[in-house]
């Protein structure tokens, strides 16, 4: 790719995620912060502060990972958590919406670039837990999301399953080699939900040989993001 087309690639997902960012704060206001998430155990407040944490505070990923071993890190770790739990609900919905202010995400065409997977996949799991359906108008959402699916095939398992991605009247693409193989059909967003283990909302057809059916989509957590854990449903 040459530099003028991964520097038009960044602007186009630096107004995707900006655009995807600002969607996903008006949801959040409007089901407000006790409302469900498809993530288990975790409310929609929980869900914005992972991502303000996320951003924000780097050193909330080694509280976290040494939390479990060291007393003093969980400690540490908690505390980050629960200064963000005590905030207002339109206040720490301003933090997400703003971003962090300084430091490299402070850019916004790297923030937003980064990030976009997070944004979306966390802003379904809002809408979805709440009863709102898959949103349609969303082209370069979808877009994004078809250009990022490759990267992401790494955890599914079994790894010796190929994987084939059909959006359905516009492209089609093998995600891994491997036979026998398994054909996901759906919108790109669809599929991404269901690589990231949200099996119950995702409206994706798969495909191909039954065992092979039924031994794709088993989700290897030790390669998922781990501030801070959770289960998916």
Known sequence: MSMASRFADMYGHDRTGAAEREAFAETLLEVGPDAPSCCEGWS??????????????????????????????????DGMVQRERERDWPGLVRRFRAGPSVGPLALGAVRNRMFLREYTIHHEDVRRANGMPPRTGID???????????????????????????????????????????TLTGEPLEILLLIFGRTSVARVDKSGPPD???RFGMIDTAKRPALPRMSVR
């Open 212 to 214: 092979a059916v039924d």
């Open 44 to 77: 929609a407040r929980d869900v914005c502060i992972h991502l303000v944490l996320f951003e924000r505070r780097p050193d909330a990923w080694f509280g976290h990972m040494m939390g479990d071993h060291n007393e003093r890190a969980r400690r540490y770790y």
């Open 140 to 182: 370069l959402v979808q877009e994004a999301m078809w250009s990022k699916l490759p990267g992401f095939v790494r955890i599914v398992r079994p790894s010796d399953v190929g994987i084939e991605a059909v959006w359905p009247d516009r492209d089609r693409a093998t995600l891994r080699h491997g036979e026998p193989a398994v």
